[in-house]
């Protein structure tokens, strides 16, 4: 005897979403903090998207204290190493895969670490800047924060003994330690105040960059959110705006989200898991590598 609709066995998350990818082909995929987790990259928020730890230094805070800064690049010191060895994992990986089987429209990712870029996907723009890199706030100048990680250890080789828990971002927890003796860096062209090159809370995203985030997503089919809590309205206004266009909206992500109300779907699972279980159902396999060209 059939099943009726009525007594018919839920649909598998996957299965589901693997159906609605397939409706809508063009995917503008938005990353956050837990993509990043399975790479020893620690996250901002819990499952129900309340803090984890001290909420990160403000952009105001950062230029208008010295006190903050010494704090901040001190903290740096230390978390940087663990952070500049972090390396792709599976969720990145997959993300890699489903752009190259054509499903990727535009990846747009609130992390600040590069590892999408690392792991081979290539339509990737970093909402919130590099970490990787630094600017001079008040001549432009730019350069590599590997480059100026030498000149801290230097200039405070106290603070680069001391131990600490890595925190997110490259941060450090560093309590109960006395900041006012520690050499903040300079810019080494105009001695103006260095910043890494990121989106600083209460810093403004700059214009030119969500205005191409914000057409690519008008040309995608649907938006997909992987691993984030859309906490941060940086990223939940591309929900905001999908729906004002019509445009589906599903969520892969373990724990409360933002937009959970605005979801066509959900699925409840860890990235890696839940997008390599996404790439079987779509038969997309890794990219075959190259074998080393025979010698004539």
């Given at each position: 005897m059939p099943v009726s609709a009525r007594h018919a066995p839920p649909l598998d998350p996957l299965d589901a979403l693997t159906?609605?990818?397939?409706?809508?082909?063009?995917?503008?995929?938005?990353?956050?903090?837990?993509?990043?987790?399975?790479?020893?990259?620690?996250?901002?928020?819990?499952?129900?998207?309340?803090?984890?730890?001290?909420?990160?230094?403000?952009?105001?805070?950062f230029v208008g204290s010295t006190r903050t800064r010494q704090r901040y690049w001190a903290r740096s010191l230390l978390g940087w190493p663990a952070f500049a060895r972090a390396r792709p994992n599976a969720t990145h990986a997959a993300l890699a895969q489903l752009e190259a089987a054509g499903f990727v429209h535009q990846l747009v990712t609130q992390n600040v670490d590069g590892l999408h870029q690392q792991a081979g996907s290539r339509r990737v723009i970093d909402l919130h800047g590099r970490l990787d890199r630094i600017v001079c706030l008040d001549c432009g100048?730019?350069?590599?924060?590997?480059?100026?990680?030498?000149?801290?250890?230097?200039?405070?080789?106290a603070f680069a003994t001391l131990a600490a828990t890595v925190g997110p971002d490259g941060d450090a927890a560093?309590?109960?330690?006395?900041?006012?003796?520690?050499?903040?860096?300079?810019?080494?062209?105009?001695?103006?105040?260095?910043?890494?090159?990121?989106?600083?809370?209460?810093?403004?995203?700059?214009?030119?960059?969500?205005?191409?985030?914000?057409?690519?997503?008008?040309?995608a089919d649907a938006l997909l959110v992987i691993g984030s809590s859309l906490m941060v309205f940086s990223g939940y206004r591309f929900?905001?705006?999908?729906?004002?266009?019509?445009?589906?909206?599903?969520?892969?992500?373990?724990?409360?989200?933002r937009a959970d109300g605005?979801?066509?779907?959900?699925?409840?699972?860890?990235?890696?898991?839940?997008?390599?279980?996404?790439?079987?159902r779509l038969r997309v396999v890794p990219?075959?590598?190259?074998?080393?060209?025979?010698?004539?």
């Open positions: 159906a609605w990818v397939e409706r809508h082909p063009r995917l503008f995929v938005l990353t956050g903090a837990g993509c990043s987790t399975d790479s020893g990259i620690p996250d901002y928020r819990d499952r129900n998207g309340d803090w984890k730890h001290r909420q990160p230094v403000r952009y105001q805070d100048t730019r350069g590599t924060r590997a480059a100026l990680q030498d000149a801290l250890k230097k200039n405070n080789p560093l309590d109960d330690v006395d900041f006012s003796g520690f050499r903040i860096p300079h810019c080494p062209r105009c001695g103006g105040m260095l910043k890494p090159a990121v989106v600083f809370f209460g810093e403004t995203v700059p214009k030119p960059r969500v205005e191409r985030a914000r057409q690519r997503l008008a040309e929900c905001r705006w999908a729906a004002a266009r019509g445009q589906p909206v599903a969520a892969i992500n373990l724990g409360r989200t605005e979801l066509a779907l959900k699925v409840s699972q860890p990235c890696a898991s839940a997008l390599n279980g996404l790439l079987e990219p075959a590598i190259d074998p080393d060209p025979a010698v004539p």
